[in-house]
């Protein structure tokens, strides 16, 4: 009766495991297996988009502040200035012909250059990237690249403002 019992106790022993204990385990290792996803969706998955996000914000920003704003505002300026009725324009940054110094166009077309010397790389059209040394230096003079000055203008009006859009939508 002994021998019995314990055979009993033994059986009652596993069943005792195999209803109560494991699925007690099964249920925590799926739900440590979910938490596991959770955490990986979210530190890494969401992580890796916020960051990209955030990379595209800061490009957008450089390329506003060095290069679509400072070339806007001497277009802008230019245009206040001369008030030509055909809209803003560069052609009237310098003023090679001129024999006395003016001092805000020298600057300006001085600050043209530097602009396009530093920070032209940022410009993200290809048609803007591609006319942005045709007015260099010297080949801003040239008579061929007077005819190109308003679509660059419109390039980078237009690039300016849907810059500007993206970097407040935000």
């Avoid at 806007?72 to 009725?85: E, Q, R, V």
């Avoid at 230096?137 to 419109?154: I, L, S």
Wanted: proline fraction near 5%; avoid cysteine; charge should be positive.
């Amino acid at each position: 009766m002994y021998g019995q019992g314990r055979g009993w106790q033994m059986q009652d022993l596993a069943n005792l495991w195999v209803f109560s204990i494991l699925p007690s385990l099964l249920g925590a290792a799926a739900g440590f297996a979910g938490a596991f996803f959770l955490f990986f969706i979210r530190d890494v998955w969401l992580q890796s988009k916020r960051t990209k996000a955030q990379r595209r914000h800061a490009r957008v920003q450089r390329q506003l502040e060095k290069l679509y704003t400072p070339l806007f505002m001497l277009t802008k300026y230019h245009d206040f200035i001369i008030n030509d009725k055909e809209g803003p324009n560069l052609t009237y940054v310098s003023d090679p012909i001129s024999s006395k110094p003016q001092v805000g166009v020298d600057r300006g077309k001085r600050d043209l250059d530097s602009i396009i010397l530093n920070y032209g790389y940022l410009a993200d059209d290809d048609e803007l990237m591609r006319l942005l040394p045709q007015i260099l230096g010297p080949g801003f003079y040239d008579p061929r690249n007077k005819e190109t000055a308003p679509r660059m203008v419109e390039l980078v009006v237009s690039g300016y403002e849907r810059l500007r859009k993206e970097y407040f939508a935000e």
